[in-house]
């Protein structure tokens, strides 16, 4: 893992954490939080696969 994903991973984390502070403790928020922060994880993995894709073509 590269730092830049590292620090896109903590950032992503600590988006997920000010969510849950805002929103209290509803664990449909939680929920919510944990669904967003796989998109945006799903989402970063498969750019940064496509990035390594290019690179090696």
Sequence with gaps: MTDDMRNEE??????????????GKDPDAAAD?????ADEKLDDLLRHDAQESRQRD
């Design 10 to 23: 903590e950032r992503l984390a600590q988006d997920v954490q000010d969510l849950l502070d805002t929103k």
């Design 33 to 37: 939080a944990r669904e967003a922060l």
